[in-house]
């Protein structure tokens, strides 16, 4: 079993930057691929983003990219975030969660059904 810890969140104003970092504990964190999924007031979780096991290939939403990257340092057992240029509708809890499908498919990617491991998220808000 993983257990996830997101950390990192915070308060920020539109245009600036934040990174979160998601921590685990009880299994290598390198024998997964690992997705980023946010989640608004009264909207369904949203896929942001998914990297491979060994950070070799990344995959984001429309709606991020070219602002979010993610990374991974598997010695530290660490996924990051990095966030830039936040606007207000980047307001969500943000999570991070495990990949636990054999294959990759763009659909799979984006479906909260193939992660079976979640943090517990981290609330960023955007002022404007």
């Known amino acids: 079993q993983v257990q996830l810890v997101e950390s990192g969140g915070g308060v920020v104003q539109a245009g600036n930057s934040l990174r979160l970092s998601c921590a685990a504990s009880?299994?290598?964190?390198?024998?997964?691929?690992v997705g980023w999924f946010r989640q608004a007031p009264g909207k369904e979780r949203e896929f942001v983003g998914h990297?491979?096991?060994?950070?070799?290939?990344?995959y984001y939403a429309d709606s991020v990219k070219g602002r979010f990257t993610i990374s991974r340092d598997n010695e530290k057992n660490t996924v990051y975030l990095q966030m830039n240029t936040l606007m207000p509708e980047d307001t969500a809890v943000y999570y991070c969660?495990?990949?636990?499908?054999?294959?990759?498919?763009?659909?799979?990617?984006?479906?909260?059904?193939?992660?079976?491991?979640w943090g517990q998220g981290a609330q960023v808000t955007v002022s404007s």
């Open positions: 990297i491979s096991r060994f950070g070799g290939n990344t």
């Open positions: 969660a495990t990949y636990w499908q054999s294959g990759s498919s763009y659909r799979s990617r984006i479906s909260p059904s193939s992660y079976d491991y």
């Open positions: 009880g299994r290598t964190l390198s024998s997964y691929p």
